[in-house]
């Protein structure tokens, strides 16, 4: 199966930016459909964005929208999530996430993704 680990999260100012990466190893990244996602403290887990396979179709969620942009180098078998803009509000952990081998949909249902990593942190300060 395949093995996500994120990077890139830190400290930033609002109207700052980050990126964060997402490496895959255990199978080819190109077979899977991949998400972020965020969770802030005391809040669930909220869809952030997708992209599809071949990285033609994207797919963001309403808060992050024109700030945000996801992007993926398959043959790096990694994918990134381009921060600009930040806010306050978007201060959660970010979690990578990918859907089973070879689905085409680019949903954000975290319930259609089965395999995750273990987060980065990202806190936008005032």
């Known amino acids: 199966q395949v093995q996500l680990v994120e990077s890139g999260g830190g400290l930033v100012q609002a109207g700052g930016s980050l990126r964060l990466s997402c490496v895959a190893s255990?199978?080819?990244?190109?077979?899977?459909?991949m998400g972020w996602f965020r969770q802030a403290p005391g809040k669930e887990r909220e869809f952030v964005a997708a992209?599809?396979?071949?990285?033609?179709?994207?797919y963001y969620g309403d808060s992050v929208k024109d700030r945000f942009t996801i992007s993926r180098d398959n043959a790096k078998n990694t994918g990134y999530l381009q921060m600009n803009s930040l806010k306050p509000e978007d201060t959660a952990a970010y979690y990578c996430?990918?859907?089973?081998?070879?689905?085409?949909?680019?949903?954000?249902?975290?319930?259609?993704?089965?395999?995750w990593g273990q987060g980065t942190q990202v806190t936008v300060s005032s």
């Open positions: 996430a990918a859907r089973r081998p070879f689905a085409t949909e680019v949903v954000r249902a975290q319930r259609d993704y089965d395999y």
């Open positions: 255990g199978r080819p990244f190109s077979i899977h459909v």
């Open positions: 992209i599809s396979r071949n990285g033609i179709n994207t």
